[in-house]
C-alpha cells in the first residue's frame, strides 16, 4: 500500500467520487439525514482538495481509500473518511488516520475531531478503538433529536 496526498496534479476524480458513494452506501437506509456524500460531484471533489489536505492509500494502481482534512483552530477536522468494501479490516483506515495525524502534527494541531453518525455504532467503536473519544452530540437543522456524535483524539 502507498499514500499519496491528493493535489492538484490528482486525475482520477470519477473514481474518487465512486469510491466515496459505493464505501458510505451502507449507511442508505439506516441514517437520517442521508449523507452528504449523496450531494458531492467531481466539480465539488476538485474544490475540496483545493480547500483541504487529502489523501488516498493506493495498492498497485487501484484507489483503496480517501480521507479529507480541514485544519480549524484547535484541531485537524477528518471527513469523508472512505474504504473500499473489500479492503476494510485491512489497515487502510489506520493508514488513512496516520497520514491525518502527521498532518496535525505538522500543522502544531493537537487533536483529530470527526463526526459519526448517531445510527453507525460499528463506526464508534472502530474510531473509538483508534484513540477517540465522545465530546459531544448535535441535531442536523430541522431535527429536534441527536442525529452526531463528535469524537475528538488528543495527539
Same mark, same amino acid.
Given at each position: 500500500?502507498?499514500?499519496?496526498?491528493?493535489?492538484?496534479?490528482?486525475?482520477?476524480?470519477?473514481?474518487?467520487?465512486?469510491?466515496?458513494?459505493?464505501?458510505?452506501?451502507?449507511?442508505?437506509?439506516?441514517?437520517?439525514?442521508?449523507?452528504?456524500?449523496?450531494? @458531492?460531484? /467531481? &466539480? $465539488?471533489?476538485? #474544490?475540496?482538495?483545493?480547500?483541504?489536505?487529502?489523501?488516498?492509500?493506493? +495498492? *498497485?494502481?487501484?484507489?483503496?481509500?480517501?480521507?479529507?482534512?480541514?485544519?480549524?483552530?484547535?484541531?485537524?477536522?477528518?471527513?469523508? @473518511?472512505? /474504504? &473500499? $468494501?473489500?479492503? #476494510?479490516?485491512?489497515?487502510?483506515?489506520?493508514?488513512?488516520?496516520?497520514? +491525518? *495525524?502527521?498532518?496535525?502534527?505538522?500543522?502544531?494541531?493537537?487533536?483529530?475531531?470527526?463526526?459519526?453518525?448517531?445510527?453507525?455504532?460499528?463506526?464508534? &467503536?472502530?474510531?473509538?478503538?483508534?484513540?477517540?473519544?465522545?465530546?459531544?452530540?448535535?441535531?442536523?437543522?430541522?431535527?429536534?433529536?441527536?442525529?452526531?456524535?463528535?469524537?475528538?483524539?488528543?495527539?
Amino acid at each position: 500500500m502507498e499514500t499519496i496526498r491528493i493535489d492538484g496534479r490528482f486525475e482520477r476524480y470519477e473514481e474518487l467520487l465512486t469510491l466515496i458513494r459505493s464505501s458510505f452506501a451502507y449507511m442508505d437506509g439506516r441514517i437520517d439525514p442521508p449523507s452528504s456524500a449523496h450531494a @458531492l460531484t /467531481v &466539480a $465539488s471533489l476538485r #474544490q475540496k482538495v483545493q480547500d483541504e489536505v487529502a489523501f488516498a492509500v493506493l +495498492a *498497485e494502481d487501484d484507489l483503496l481509500g480517501c480521507v479529507f482534512c480541514k485544519p480549524e483552530p484547535d484541531c485537524l477536522y477528518i471527513g469523508k @473518511l472512505a /474504504v &473500499a $468494501s473489500g479492503f #476494510q479490516g485491512k489497515g487502510v483506515g489506520r493508514t488513512l488516520l496516520a497520514a +491525518a *495525524e502527521e498532518t496535525a502534527r505538522r500543522l502544531k494541531l493537537p487533536a483529530l475531531r470527526l463526526q459519526t453518525r448517531i445510527e453507525l455504532t460499528e463506526n464508534h &467503536a472502530t474510531f473509538a478503538a483508534w484513540g477517540f473519544v465522545e465530546t459531544s452530540r448535535s441535531a442536523h437543522p430541522g431535527f429536534t433529536r441527536a442525529t452526531s456524535i463528535e469524537m475528538r483524539k488528543v495527539l
